[in-house]
């Protein structure tokens, strides 16, 4: 079974510009949701989707969005680039989003490396 | 707001010793708690789940411990073996926010 792709894996960027990136789930997985990972925060959760609706936000800038299709694909985009935004973005797929059990792990991409000029 | 602690960024073991992680929270409607491992280049994946209804679970060389009164949990690798060196993060949630917050890191190295 393959695993969670995310393209692009890098990406460069220069302030103001936008920027969007990919995530396939596992097949099957209905659930997506996207982290930030900068050095010293950790992962930040972004947001989650499931069967083309957000359920759940992370307390991050309006410039920051996203999209779920009805093959369960995921896009997130982040328009007018700040320096600040430089970081490893991390796509996880699961069968439900229930975060409350064993049987519901969330399984990651390699996440798309993003520089901000 | 950082509602899961990883107060330690590094720790280093020597090989077949343990290894324990720690990670404190402070909301106390999380009631699922989960460790991930994280080698450079690579996404995080999952090693081991608790729910707040246990204590305690185990996996091979991996056991979580949980102290609810205290809102703290931990890591522990025995033995801890020179491929588990990675970072390591826990994560907590809460049902039907169908979100996990996750710590900060702590990043392990087992020396040969």
């Known amino acids: 079974k393959a695993g969670v792709t995310q393209t692009p894996r890098y990406l460069i960027k220069t302030r103001g510009q936008q920027v969007t990136l990919s995530c396939s789930p596992i097949?099957?997985?209905?659930?997506v949701s996207w982290y930030q990972q900068t050095p010293g925060q950790g992962l930040q959760f972004l947001f989650e989707?499931?069967?083309?609706?957000?359920?759940n936000k992370g307390n991050f800038p309006g410039r920051f969005s996203g999209r779920q299709f009805s093959n369960s694909r995921s896009e997130m985009n982040v328009s007018t680039l700040e320096l600040g935004d430089s970081a490893l973005y991390l796509c996880?797929?699961?069968?439900?989003?229930?975060?409350?059990?064993?049987?519901?792990?969330?399984?990651f991409g390699p996440g798309t490396r993003l520089t901000v000029l | 707001d950082q509602q899961v602690k990883q107060n330690s960024p590094s720790l280093s073991v020597q090989e077949g010793r343990i290894s324990i992680l720690n990670c404190d929270y402070t909301?106390?409607?999380?009631?699922?708690f989960l460790w991930y491992k994280k080698y450079p280049a690579e996404g995080p994946t999952f090693l081991i789940s608790?729910?707040?209804?246990?204590d305690k679970n185990e996996d091979g060389r991996f056991t979580v411990f949980l102290n609810k009164s205290a809102k703290h949990l931990s890591l522990h690798i025995v033995p801890s073996q020179p491929g588990d060196s990675a970072v390591y993060f826990c994560?907590?949630?809460?049902?039907?926010?169908?979100?996990?917050?996750f710590g900060t890191g702590t990043r392990l190295k087992v020396l040969a």
């Open positions: 097949s099957g997985h209905r659930s």
């Open positions: 989707y499931f069967s083309e609706t957000q359920r």
């Open positions: 608790i729910s707040s209804i246990k």
């Open positions: 996880a797929s699961s069968l439900w989003g229930g975060t409350s059990s064993s049987t519901d792990t969330q399984y």
């Open positions: 909301n106390s409607m999380f009631d699922y």
């Open positions: 994560a907590a949630s809460a049902s039907g926010t169908y979100k996990y917050i």
